[in-house]
């Protein structure tokens, strides 16, 4: 296994306040690439026996002090053990170069935090879930076809990164324009390399124009003010490596997801942006143990941190119907 050394921060530095519901520590496990991941783990108070589990990750761009632990925290309150992980390459987790991301690693993040979750003492083996917020959504269902150790799987406000890289917002990208943006990126690679070191893609914007499209407000309003920011989330700061868009213009996601056999829930805001992601993602499922709920008025990030807008009743009886 990789040989990092990793420091973790001791002091409670998430984006939310902590649960006295709660017990909590930082945990790492490595994935099948040798790359050790950092999670916080999160479990109820005052409960013995094995709990049923879930692993959660996301937004992409995000790390585990934001949304994920958000919902991790919540969840845990609600009886089940829960870890939020930073994926490879990012946040507190392992990997170099930094700050790069990879639909297949990516995907493999999960199934390393089924791994771990596998073997803990007071967790269920048979009783995992897994839940993926934004670009991690794709990235849960992608997991979900993968890895049949996965009993329940939720997307919430998923983007599809592979379809928004290759084809754009709204697939208006088309293979002229492909090409054109892989000379951009291909041109970057031998910069890089020259360099030494690789130029990040920039995060969300300082300074946000007037004239700014809704959904670019949205993330400004999350990741760049203090209702979201953090000094480890790529998005709040200068981003992901620019070459990393290569391989998701490259490798779809979401193959095989009409072969998930497993309880599916896909939650989706009416006046998100991204909408049509959870949408289309929805269509390809099969079996009578999928379901698409969309939140009547909530927008993208709404979903990332809104408590009275994220539907943490209908999260917890879906995990308890599929976890038991």
């Known amino acids: 296994m ?12 998430k984006t939310f306040s902590k649960s006295d519901k709660i017990n909590h520590r930082k945990v790492k496990f490595h994935n099948r690439y040798g790359i050790t991941l950092v999670a916080d783990l999160y479990e109820p108070k ?24 958000l919902y991790a925290q919540t969840l845990a309150e609600r009886g089940f053990l829960t870890i939020a992980f930073d994926p490879s390459f990012t946040g507190e987790s392992g990997g170099q170069p930094r700050y790069v991301a990879s639909p297949d690693i990516n995907t493999e993040d999960f199934s390393a935090a089924v791994d771990f979750l596998s073997v803990q003492d007071n967790v269920n083996p048979e009783c995992i879930g897994i839940l993926g917020i934004c670009g991690w959504g794709g990235m849960a269902l992608n997991a979900a076809a993968n890895d049949t150790r996965i009993k329940a799987t939720v997307a919430s406000t998923m983007y599809d990164m592979t379809r928004v890289n290759a084809k754009g917002y709204f697939d208006v990208m088309n293979a002229d324009a492909r090409y054109e943006q892989r000379k951009i990126l291909n041109a970057q690679r031998t910069e890089d390399y020259k360099k030494g070191s690789y130029q990040l893609g920039g995060g969300v914007v300082d ?13 400004y309003d999350y990741y760049k003010t203090s209702r979201g920011y953090h000094k480890r989330s790529l998005n709040s700061n200068g981003g992901w490596n620019m070459t990393s868009a290569l391989s998701f213009m490259n490798m779809p996601i979401l193959a095989y997801s009409d072969e998930i056999r497993s309880a599916v829930l896909v939650i989706h805001g009416e006046k998100a942006h991204s909408r ?12 009578d143990n999928k379901e698409l709920l969309i939140i009547p008025n909530a927008v993208h990030t709404d979903l990332y941190d809104q408590i009275d807008i994220i539907p943490f009743d209908k999260l917890e009886n879906f995990y308890r119907e599929n976890l038991n």
Not at 2 to 13: A, S
Not at 207 to 219: H, I, Q
């Open 276 to 287: 049509y992601f959870s949408e289309d993602a929805f269509k390809k499922l099969k079996g």
């Open 207 to 219: 300074s946000l124009p007037e004239d700014a499209p809704f959904y670019v407000k949205d993330y």
């Open 46 to 69: 005052n409960i013995e026996g094995k709990l049923p589990a879930i692993a959660i990750c996301g937004p992409f761009g995000a790390v585990k002090e934001q949304s994920s632990g």
């Open 2 to 13: 990789e040989n990092e050394n990793l420091i973790l921060t001791e002091e409670w530095d």
